[in-house]
């Protein structure tokens, strides 16, 4: 229980500070936010090993850039889940990989008690 409340704070504080970053991603209030980490928590958790499953072929062929699309993907379906909003594809790629950044980082200051 602890970890799924650690890993939905990581999300919200990442999804706040790309609210912050980007202008065409747009969250109305804290709890939409939070809804949204949520569910990107549950998405990644089930969703995408799924996707990279079927999706093999097409990530060997493209040596591994085709995981930033579904990245992106799920990152977009987040959003409109959660109530979220983003503009197209390309902002939600992007995000998606400031997004694992940032989850690293406060992965890393949140272990080191």
Known sequence: MKKIFKMILVNALSLWIIDVLFISIHFTDTTTLIVTAAVLGFLNSTLKPFLKVISLPLNILSLGLFCLL?????????????????????????ASIVLSITNSGFDTLLDNK
């Open 70 to 94: 579904i990245n992106g993907l799920v990152f977009s379906l987040a959003l409109n889940i959660g109530g979220g909003y983003v503009s197209n594809l390309t902002s939600a790629i992007i």
